[in-house]
């Protein structure tokens, strides 16, 4: 077991085990020490080295030890005489003597998470792909114009935005209400789903009228009544009574 491994496995153990401030920078301390020492099973510091690589009491060092080696992260000979160095051992996760139980519980309840997640994304996944292939087989079968097709999906990723995916069946519903409002009309059914995706309905309705340009499409310019006034005729008129006024003079 390498380095990261042996990091990954503590991070595991952590999870489901409290081991305190002190304990988890002296396990990083002394995993630092043993990849120094080219990985030795046993390799020896003095306490006072130690404590003063994690910048703490020679106390507090002490109580983090007894805390690791009770968790059966590492093991230790402690020295006879002060001053003299202490032999340590990295503990591998096969040699783990408390709560090894729990380490396979949390992988087993992380595991079942995991899969519970890649299967909701995979079942979304299918779900884009067969509205997506229900829209071109549909566009296909009716001969529907490409733009009608992307504004199908347009109007498609739409209504998943709002919190309405759009089923098989409701395509089905979408392209015969299309078909009432706009008939034989595919420029004025594109509208229609413009229409929808602009202004974020759940559904289709007709144009606005004011929207509505000679041949059915959307008139973003002109969103005004016209008027009927003969222009030509209101100066002719005026023309006419200016020149009668100077016949008159």
């Excluded at 059966?72 to 040699?95: H, V």
């Excluded at 499409?217 to 005729?233: E, K, L």
Aim: overall charge positive; charged content about 30%.
């Amino acid at each position: 077991m390498n380095y990261l491994e042996l990091l990954n496995a503590f991070y595991e153990r952590i999870q489901c085990s409290r081991v305190s401030n002190n304990g988890q920078l002296l396990y990083h301390t002394l995993l630092m020490i043993n990849n120094k020492s080219s990985w030795s099973d046993w390799f020896s510091r003095t306490n006072v080295s130690v404590s003063g690589l994690m910048n703490v009491s020679e106390k507090a060092f002490m109580n983090a030890r007894a805390e690791l080696k009770q968790l059966g992260l590492i093991d230790f000979i402690p020295s006879k005489k002060r001053g003299e160095c202490t032999r340590y051992r990295i503990l591998y996760p096969t040699n783990y003597s408390t709560k090894a139980g729990t380490n396979d519980s949390t992988k087993e309840v992380q595991t079942t998470v995991q899969s519970a997640d890649i299967n909701k994304l995979k079942q979304k996944t299918k779900t884009k792909k067969s509205i997506a292939d229900a829209i071109l087989e549909k566009c296909a079968q009716k001969s529907v114009p490409e733009s009608v097709e992307e504004s199908l999906r347009a109007y498609a990723a739409c209504q998943e935005e709002l919190g309405k995916p759009l089923t098989e069946a409701a395509l089905d519903a979408l392209l015969k209400r299309l078909e009432q409002l706009a008939p034989g009309n595919f420029e004025g059914q594109r509208a229609v789903l413009d229409q929808a995706v602009r202004k974020r309905w759940k559904d289709v309705y007709p144009l606005d009228k004011r929207d509505k340009g000679r041949d059915g499409r959307t008139n973003q310019f002109h969103n005004f009544d016209q008027r009927d006034t003969d222009y030509d005729a209101v100066v002719m008129e005026r023309l006419k009574e200016r020149l009668e006024g100077r016949e008159r003079v």
